[in-house]
């Protein structure tokens, strides 16, 4: 199965900043640990380790990780203003970053059952929220069709029937920054 960047960033609707961040809070905000290079945070001058403090004018201080990424996210074409306290620096600069639209097949995520229980894990060149290339990720059931990882950012995935009953894809994060996919047959053993 393909992430948003095969499908939901394909529309030319959501924005992309090019940041990894992952599990990266800290007491004052949002620490970087690597902008994607070519993106828009490299190119507004975004480093590794740099911390943000403030996005469109808001303090992160004492937020969670899901509340800043959910912050980052928007629509593609749309500024969003960012305190930033770089790499080996005392005070914060202000920066803007424009959101791209992102079009790549580059993202894949792969869900399968591994020894009785149903995993997931990122398999293209970019992970995607807790999926991580060559980790498989325990998902846990919630109904029928929905699962959670069972970490901090309980990232949702609910599975969409087609009128027969079969799997056609899946929504990572049902809501108003969803993230669809849709199902691809597996490649070659």
Do not use: C
């Not at 740099?50 to 912050?71: F, N, Q, W, Y």
């Not at 960012?82 to 600069?93: L, R």
């Not at 790549?104 to 020894?115: K, P």
């Not at 969409?160 to 929504?171: M, Q």
Request: no cysteine.
């Amino acid at each position: 199965m393909s992430s948003r960047d095969r499908q939901g960033l394909a529309d030319g609707k959501t924005g992309w900043l090019g940041i990894e961040a992952f599990g990266a809070m800290e007491q004052e905000g949002l620490r970087i640990n690597r902008p994607y290079p070519g993106g828009p945070a490299t190119k507004a001058g975004v480093t590794a380790g740099d911390l943000i403090t403030e996005l469109d004018d808001a303090p992160l201080k004492g937020l969670s990780l899901a509340d800043v990424l959910a912050r980052l996210r928007g629509p593609a074409n749309t500024t969003i203003k960012m305190k930033i306290v770089h790499k080996g620096q005392d005070s914060a600069s202000d920066l803007s970053v424009v959101r791209a639209a992102r079009r790549v097949n580059a993202v894949q995520l792969q869900v399968r059952v591994e020894q009785g229980k149903l995993v997931a894990e990122a398999t293209g060149a970019w992970p995607i929220l807790e999926f991580e290339e060559g980790k498989a990720t325990p998902l846990v059931a919630t109904s029928s069709n929905e699962f959670t990882v069972d970490d901090e950012d309980h990232t949702r995935i609910a599975f969409v029937r087609d009128a027969a009953g079969k799997v056609s894809g899946l929504i990572l994060n049902p809501g108003p920054w969803e993230q669809k996919a849709a199902m691809i047959a597996p490649g070659p053993k």
